[in-house]
Nanobody, 129 residues
Framework: QVQLVESGGGLVQAGGSLRLSCAAS?????????????MAWFRQAPGKEREFVAA????????YYTDSVKGRFTISRDNAKNTVYLQMNSLKPEDAAVYYC?????????????????WGQGTQVTVSS
């Protein structure tokens, strides 16, 4: 059974910071398999579709961001801990959403929700103005 468990969400004032974590576990993450997968963060605000936020390749050497978070968010991974992070700085009210981590085990687009094989349950981020 694959499990992705997010943590670190909460309430923050505009301009503040949060660090999200996503811990991966399960048989398919045994050994070094976690490092094979692209990991990503998506978010979904009420009444909106789930959207891509950031992704990191297997080594952590390549990162990708949606334009609205570039320069403010940083995605990283620690393969030894089977964990991916999202450091969010200079938060804005429009960043408020449920944030999900996901893993991708194929060569499909990293920007599409349909490309991802497993999802966490999500963690709420609320930004007050």
């Amino acid at each position: 059974q694959v499990q992705l468990v997010e943590s670190g969400g909460g309430l923050v004032q505009a301009g503040g910071s949060l660090r999200l974590s996503c811990a991966a576990s399960g048989r398919t993450f045994s050994g070094s398999t976690f490092s094979r997968y692209t990991m990503a963060w998506f978010r979904q605000a009420p009444g909106k579709e789930r959207e891509f936020v950031a992704a990191v390749n297997w080594s952590g050497g390549n990162t990708y961001y949606t334009d609205s978070v570039k320069g403010r968010f940083t995605i990283s991974r620690d393969n030894a801990k089977n964990t991916v992070y999202l450091q969010m700085n200079s938060l804005k009210p429009e960043d408020a959403a449920v944030y999900y981590c996901a893993d991708k085990r194929n060569y499909n687009s990293r920007y599409e929700t349909s490309s991802y094989d497993y999802w966490g349950q999500g963690t709420q981020v609320t930004v007050s103005s």
